[in-house]
């Protein structure tokens, strides 16, 4: 069964912390399935593996890993780094590549100022809205050097994506960005809720950690993210 649903917001235990929380009553609604019952399809065999350290070489954090977002009391856990296979971008849609979050660890501040990761189903119209968002602001996200990594649950059914579906995914809304596949959430379910999509979280590449999570398209995702980076 698939769903439409209202806008919705995750605060784990402890709430979010106010500087974080304006603005999210503009979630404008989200996506909700069968998550971890629909059929299972395999990403095409590669010889391919993950990093544990950042481009650097600097190991990937290794303690307090977890889903918990910050709070106005207590710090986030740390983004889990999680590798997985998918498409880097439109330029390269032929080629198989294995992200790993590590790539995004960047303490020196040599890359990034902001990641934001979205997990999502392809055929959900909210996830589809917020995508095509994102790529309005391609320009200015390079500008402001935020990273967005997308990962999709389940294809255009309930099934998890093929190969053919991530594909048809990156090349309909020309990705500058990578869209990787955790087959059913296999991988995100034991730190976020996957039930429902687009799922957003917002991670501070400097330490990893998680400063937000909120579930629901965000409605104008240069101001999401510029809220984030104007209180780093």
Same mark, same amino acid.
């Given at each position: /069964? &698939?769903?439409?649903?209202?806008?919705m917001l995750v605060a784990f235990a402890g709430g979010l912390a106010g500087s974080f929380a304006g603005g999210l009553a503009g979630l404008?609604?989200?996506?909700? #399935? *069968?998550?971890?019952?629909?059929? +299972?399809?395999? /990403?095409?065999?590669?010889? $391919?593996?993950?990093?544990?350290?950042?481009?650097?070489?600097?190991?990937?954090?290794?303690?307090?890993?977890? #889903?918990?977002?910050?709070?106005?009391? =207590?710090? #986030?856990?740390?983004?889990?780094?999680?590798? $997985?296979?998918?498409?880097?971008?439109?330029?390269?849609? *032929?080629?198989?590549?294995?992200?790993s979050m590590a790539e995004y660890y960047d303490p020196t501040g040599a890359r990034c100022d902001l990641l934001h990761v979205m997990g999502?189903?392809?055929?959900?119209?909210?996830?589809?809205?917020?995508?095509?968002?994102?790529?309005?602001?391609?320009?200015?996200?390079?500008? @402001?050097?935020?990273?967005?990594?997308?990962?999709?649950?389940?294809?255009?059914?309930?099934?998890?994506?093929?190969?053919?579906?991530?594909?048809?995914?990156?090349?309909? @809304?020309?990705?500058?960005?990578?869209?990787?596949?955790?087959? =059913? #959430?296999?991988?995100? &379910?034991?730190?976020?809720? +996957?039930?429902?999509?687009?799922?957003?979280?917002? +991670?501070?590449? &400097?330490? /990893?950690?998680?400063?937000?999570?909120?579930?629901?398209?965000?409605g104008d995702v240069q101001a999401y993210q510029q809220k984030f980076l104007s209180n780093l």
């Amino acid at each position: /069964m &698939r769903k439409l649903e209202g806008a919705m917001l995750v605060a784990f235990a402890g709430g979010l912390a106010g500087s974080f929380a304006g603005g999210l009553a503009g979630l404008m609604g989200g996506c909700s #399935g *069968d998550i971890g019952g629909g059929l +299972v399809v395999p /990403m095409p065999d590669a010889d $391919l593996s993950g990093v544990a350290t950042n481009p650097d070489g600097i190991a990937y954090p290794t303690t307090n890993i977890g #889903g918990q977002p910050r709070s106005a009391t =207590q710090a #986030g856990q740390i983004f889990p780094n999680l590798i $997985l296979q998918g498409i880097r971008s439109a330029a390269t849609i *032929d080629t198989l590549a294995t992200v790993s979050m590590a790539e995004y660890y960047d303490p020196t501040g040599a890359r990034c100022d902001l990641l934001h990761v979205m997990g999502i189903f392809l055929w959900c119209p909210h996830c589809n809205n917020e995508t095509s968002d994102l790529m309005k602001i391609a320009t200015w996200r390079a500008d @402001h050097r935020v990273a967005v990594v997308q990962i999709a649950m389940q294809g255009y059914g309930s099934a998890s994506p093929a190969w053919s579906e991530l594909q048809k995914w990156v090349g309909d @809304h020309g990705l500058d960005l990578p869209v990787v596949v955790d087959e =059913q #959430g296999a991988q995100l &379910r034991p730190y976020f809720p +996957v039930g429902s999509v687009p799922l957003n979280i917002v +991670v501070n590449p &400097r330490t /990893m950690e998680v400063l937000a999570v909120d579930i629901g398209e965000v409605g104008d995702v240069q101001a999401y993210q510029q809220k984030f980076l104007s209180n780093l």
